[in-house]
C-alpha cells in the first residue's frame, strides 16, 4: 500500500521560501510522477506542478516563476520550494501520485500539510 | 487553460436520495483525463472515478460517472451517511491540470 507524508514548517515569514518534502512507501519514486497540489482554507484544490526522477519537471504556469520540485531516489522523497511568498500562498499543501496514463489522476495522497504565510 | 465548472455549489439531500452532481468544461475535455474526488473535512481528496466512468478502486457502484466533450456528471444512486462531503472534478486533457471549484453534498 502505498503511503505519502509530507512535512516541513508550518509557518512562513512573508517573502521567504516554503520547503516541504514528501516521503514514499510503499512505491519506488522511480516510478510515476509526483506532485503537488494546494487547498487554501476554504477554498479548491489548485495543481502546483510534477517531478520525475528523470530530472522532468512542469509547474503551473501561474506559479512557475517561483517553484521548483525535485525527486530524491536515495531517499524515496521528493521537494518543493516556492520562493517569494506572500499570504495568498497559505494552504494545506498535499503531495499526490500520478496514477499514469490508464488512470490520468491522483491514486494516492499525503494527509496534507497546512503551511500559514504570515510574519 | 481549461476551467471547470461545478454545480451545484451545495446541494442539501437526505440519505436514501439520488445526487446529480455536474462538471462543465470551457472546451471539450478528453473522457480519458476527467476524473471525480471526495473530500471529507480535515482529509485528503480520494479518487472515486477516473477515465470519466470507471470506479477507482474499492469505490461502491452507488456511484458513477458519466459525460462527454464538455459536460460530465458525478451521480450517487442512494446517499450513504458517509457521503455527505465536497466533489472535485479534475481535468488534464490540457496542461495544465486543473480542478473545478468542488460541491458540497450535504445533509438536508
Known amino acids: 500500500q502505498v503511503q505519502l507524508q509530507e512535512s516541513g514548517p508550518g509557518l512562513v515569514k512573508p517573502s521567504e521560501t516554503l520547503s516541504l518534502t514528501c516521503t514514499v512507501s510503499?512505491?519506488?519514486?522511480?516510478?510515476?510522477?509526483w506532485n503537488w497540489i494546494r487547498q487554501p482554507p476554504g477554498k479548491g484544490l489548485e495543481w502546483i506542478g510534477y517531478?520525475?526522477?528523470?530530472?522532468?519537471?512542469n509547474y503551473n504556469p501561474s506559479l512557475k516563476s517561483r517553484v521548483t520540485m525535485s525527486v530524491d531516489t536515495s531517499k524515496n522523497q521528493f521537494s518543493l520550494s516556492l520562493t517569494s511568498v506572500i499570504a495568498a500562498d497559505t494552504a494545506v499543501y498535499y503531495c499526490?501520485?500520478?496514477?499514469?496514463?490508464?488512470?490520468?489522476?491522483?491514486?494516492?495522497w499525503g494527509q496534507g500539510a497546512l503551511v500559514t504565510v504570515s510574519s | 487553460e481549461i476551467v471547470l465548472t461545478q454545480s451545484p455549489g451545495t446541494l442539501s439531500l437526505s440519505p436514501g436520495e439520488r445526487a446529480t452532481l455536474s462538471c462543465r468544461a470551457s472546451?471539450?475535455?478528453?473522457?480519458?483525463?476527467l476524473a471525480w474526488y471526495q473530500q471529507k473535512p480535515g482529509q485528503a481528496p480520494r479518487l472515486l472515478i477516473y477515465?470519466?466512468?470507471s470506479r477507482a478502486t474499492g469505490i461502491p457502484d452507488r456511484f458513477s460517472g458519466s459525460g462527454s466533450g464538455t459536460d460530465f456528471t458525478l451521480t450517487i444512486s442512494r446517499l450513504a451517511p458517509e457521503d455527505f462531503a465536497v466533489y472535485h472534478c479534475?481535468?488534464?486533457?490540457?496542461?495544465?491540470?486543473?480542478f473545478g471549484g468542488g460541491t458540497k453534498v450535504e445533509i438536508k
Open positions: 472546451q471539450s475535455v478528453n473522457s480519458n483525463s
Open positions: 479534475q481535468q488534464y486533457t490540457t496542461p495544465p491540470l486543473t
Open positions: 477515465g470519466a466512468y
Open positions: 499526490a501520485r500520478w496514477g499514469g496514463d490508464h488512470l490520468q489522476s491522483f491514486d494516492s
Open positions: 517531478s520525475h526522477y528523470s530530472g522532468s519537471a
Open positions: 510503499g512505491a519506488s519514486i522511480s516510478s510515476y510522477y
